[in-house]
């Protein structure tokens, strides 16, 4: 079971045998909704403090074994798919949603801010994975540079608009 708890008591979670799997979310003010009932598989669940929650939904593409994934967002009311294809989504308490996804010859940094997605990454040589975003909106992630793991980040030049900087390494 993959499951979260935000700092404002909010909790998501993952329910059933995938596929098939849903997901589920507990305010504490009017209590458990389902948010997802497909056939599909959904994980990569985050919630954060306004209750507000992201997922990638997995479904199959064409008729042979491939699965397109989705990255939904829930945001107190309705349910938005934000991306076609994407891994590893996570969310800040301004709705900024910031997950990876493969570009056509590696994996690169997207983030959504509500109006528009942005892609934090243009590199073709290495793979950018697992990003994480606070709630002042920098981002930071690994990058596999085929020896080993660093830890990059990229802060927002003007609050106002959410565009990163140039990425810096840790």
């Not at 199959?60 to 590893?88: K, M």
């Not at 909106?137 to 927002?156: I, N, S, Y």
Request: some cysteine; charged content about 25%.
């Amino acid at each position: 079971v993959d499951w979260r708890l935000s700092d404002g008591g909010h909790v998501v979670w993952q329910q059933g045998d995938c596929p098939g799997c849903n997901v589920y979310f507990y305010d504490p003010a009017s209590g458990t909704t389902q948010l997802s009932d497909d056939p599909h598989v959904d994980t990569d669940i985050r919630v954060n403090g306004n209750g507000h929650a992201v997922w990638r939904s997995e479904r199959p593409y064409g008729s042979g074994p491939g699965v397109e994934s989705r990255i939904v967002h829930y945001d107190g009311i309705t349910s938005e798919v934000v991306a076609v294809g994407g891994f590893s989504p996570d969310i800040n308490n301004h709705d900024q949603i910031v997950w990876q996804a493969l570009d056509g010859s590696d994996y690169d940094i997207f983030l959504f801010d509500g109006p528009t997605t942005l892609r934090l990454t243009h590199d073709d040589a290495f793979d950018d994975t697992y990003p994480k975003i606070s709630d002042t909106g920098a981002v930071a992630w690994l990058r596999d540079d085929g020896h080993d793991d660093e830890v990059m980040w990229a802060t927002p030049e003007d609050p106002a608009t959410h565009i990163p900087t140039t990425p810096q390494e840790w």
